[in-house]
């Protein structure tokens, strides 16, 4: 799979994030990463086992910023 020195964490891995990108379509919205995982801009996951990781970017805190 990954031929890279040190190799690119495994899709199981915690920091599978961290592989190298393959392929890169941010006007599709999606990357393609060297272990199998397939990255979407809204921070989901498609794992290469078909399983679905649900976005995760932070939460909107709700608080509107006033000028001064």
Excluded: K, Y
Aim: charged share 20%.
């Amino acid at each position: 799979m990954c031929q890279h020195q040190p190799p690119c964490p495994t899709a199981d891995s915690a920091d599978r994030e961290s592989a190298r990108l393959v392929a890169h379509h941010p006007e599709q919205g999606w990357s393609l990463l060297c272990n199998g995982v397939v990255l979407f801009e809204d921070t989901g996951e498609l794992l290469p086992d078909g399983r679905i990781i649900a976005p995760h970017r932070p939460q909107d805190t709700g608080q509107v910023m006033t000028a001064a």
